[in-house]
C-alpha cells in the first residue's frame, strides 16, 4: 500500500482509538509529570541548601571544613584535591619566655603563631602581611613592644626551641597596639618547623576551604580513603538532606518504570483490540513493517507531547519550589539548575519507552498470521479474539 494508505491507517486507528490514546497521553504525561516534579523538588532544595551552607560557613571565601586526622607537615597528600586552600590554626600558646631581644626574654609580651592568608592585623610601617610569606622567618610587632624595647624595622628577635634550635626572626612591620592584638606575630610554618625538630608537639588542626559545599560529598570520600576525616558544621543537615534526596531519586525511578510499563500495556490493548483489522490489512497487501509504523509513529506522537507537556510543567513548578525553599532559608540566592540533566533524562526515557512499547507492537504484528486468526475464529465459535477475551474477564 502507498503512503496515502498509510496516513488513512493512521488517521482511521486515530479515530477508532482516540479515548484510548488521550488516556494513554493523560495518563503518561501525569506519571512522568509527577516522577520528574519530585525528583526536581529534591535537586532544587539542595541547590538551595548549599547555596544557604556557602554562607554560614565561618570562612568568607568558601566553604570551611575541619581535616581531622591531618598534620601540617602532611597536607601535600591533599594537593589534587579542589582546595582553595589548605591552612593551619594554632591553639597552643606560644612560650613568650623563650624569644630573646638583645638577650633578655620577652616573657611579658603575648606572642601568637599565625598561618597569614589575609590582612588580619593592618600593618601601620612595613611590609603588611600575606600569604607569600608563611614561610618567611619575619615578625611583627606591636608600637607598644616596639617603643618598650627600643626595636624597629629590620632589628631581629631570637627564638630558642630548646637547646639546639634557634630561629632569628626579622622584623619587618609594626602594627598598632590593641587589646585584642598580641604583641608579636610569627608565621607558622618556621615555628612549625623549629617545635617538632626539637621534638615537640604542636597543638595544631588543618582546615581546608572548598569554593563550594556541592563539592562536599566527593571530596569527603577522598579524604576518607587517605585516613582523614572531614567534617564541618553542616554535617548533620547533609546527613539528612542526602538521604531524603536519595529516597527522592529512588521515588522518582519507580514511578517512571511504573508509568512506562502502564503505557506499554495501553498499547498492547489498542493493538489486541485491533488485531482482525490488521490481519485484514495484511491479507489486503499492506506489508507489517507498514502497519507498524503507523502505530509506531502514532505512539511517538503521544510521547513526544507528553515530554513537551512535562517539560513545561515541571519548569513552572521547579520555579514555585525554588520560591519556597528561598522562604525556608531567607537571604540565599536561588537560581535555575542547569536543565542539561533533564533534558538528557526526558531524551533517554523516552527512548526507553518507544523501544520497549515498539519493540512489543512489532513482535505482535509481525507474528500474527492469518491461520491463526481463522482457528481462533473456530475455537471461539466464530466470535474474535478480542470479544472472546472481554467475555473471559466477565467471568
Not at 503505557?263 to 489486503?284: H, T
Request: charged residues 20%.
Amino acid at each position: 500500500m502507498n503512503r496515502p494508505a498509510v496516513l488513512w491507517l493512521s488517521l482511521k486507528e486515530i479515530r477508532l482509538n482516540f479515548l484510548l490514546f488521550v488516556l494513554s497521553f493523560i495518563l503518561l504525561t501525569s506519571t512522568i509529570a509527577a516522577g520528574f516534579f519530585i525528583s526536581s523538588t529534591s535537586s532544587d532544595m539542595m541547590q538551595v541548601f548549599y547555596n544557604y551552607a556557602n554562607r554560614l560557613s565561618p570562612d568568607k571565601d568558601g566553604f570551611l571544613i575541619t581535616l581531622n586526622g591531618l598534620r601540617y607537615s602532611s597536607v601535600d597528600i591533599v594537593g589534587d584535591l579542589p582546595f582553595n586552600r589548605v591552612y593551619p590554626e594554632f591553639f597552643g600558646g606560644v612560650e613568650s619566655g623563650e624569644f630573646y631581644c638583645d638577650g633578655h626574654a620577652l616573657s611579658e609580651c603575648i606572642i601568637s603563631s599565625k598561618y597569614v592568608y589575609e590582612d588580619v592585623i593592618e600593618v601601620v610601617d612595613g611590609i603588611a602581611f600575606s600569604e607569600d610569606l608563611n614561610d618567611s622567618e619575619y615578625a611583627w610587632i606591636s608600637n607598644r613592644v616596639a617603643v618598650e624595647t627600643g626595636r624597629v624595622i629590620g632589628d631581629e628577635i631570637l627564638y630558642r626551641a630548646g637547646t639546639e634550635f634557634e630561629v632569628a626572626y626579622q622584623i619587618v612591620g609594626l602594627f598598632d597596639a590593641d587589646q585584642y592584638n598580641p604583641d608579636i606575630i610569627i608565621p607558622f610554618e618556621p615555628y612549625y618547623r623549629a617545635e617538632t625538630s626539637a621534638g615537640r608537639n604542636v597543638d595544631h588542626e588543618v582546615y581546608g576551604i572548598l569554593s563550594d559545599s556541592r563539592d562536599y560529598s566527593m571530596v569527603s570520600a577522598k579524604l576518607r580513603e587517605r585516613r582523614i576525616s572531614p567534617d564541618s558544621i553542616m554535617d548533620d543537615n547533609f546527613r539528612s538532606l542526602s538521604l531524603i534526596h536519595a529516597l527522592f531519586q529512588a521515588i522518582f525511578i519507580v514511578i517512571l518504570f511504573a508509568g512506562i510499563w502502564t503505557f506499554s500495556n495501553i498499547c498492547g490493548v489498542i493493538i489486541e483490540s485491533r488485531y482482525s483489522f490488521i490481519m485484514k490489512m495484511r491479507v489486503l497487501g499492506m506489508k507489517a513493517s507498514r502497519i507498524s509504523f503507523v502505530y509506531a509513529g502514532i505512539i511517538s506522537m503521544i510521547t513526544l507531547l507528553s515530554f513537551v507537556a512535562v517539560f513545561f510543567l515541571e519548569r513552572a513548578f521547579s520555579e514555585n519550589v525554588r520560591a519556597l525553599a528561598a522562604e525556608m532559608y531567607p537571604g540565599v540566592s536561588s537560581t535555575p539548575t542547569d536543565p542539561f540533566f533533564r533534558i538528557a533524562a526526558v531524551i533517554v526515557i523516552s527512548a526507553v519507552i518507544l523501544g520497549k512499547t515498539i519493540y512489543g507492537l512489532v513482535h505482535r504484528i509481525n507474528n500474527s498470521n492469518l491461520i491463526g486468526l481463522l482457528e481462533e475464529r473456530v475455537d471461539y465459535g466464530g466470535k474474535s479474539m478480542f470479544v472472546h477475551g472481554l467475555q473471559k474477564l466477565r467471568r
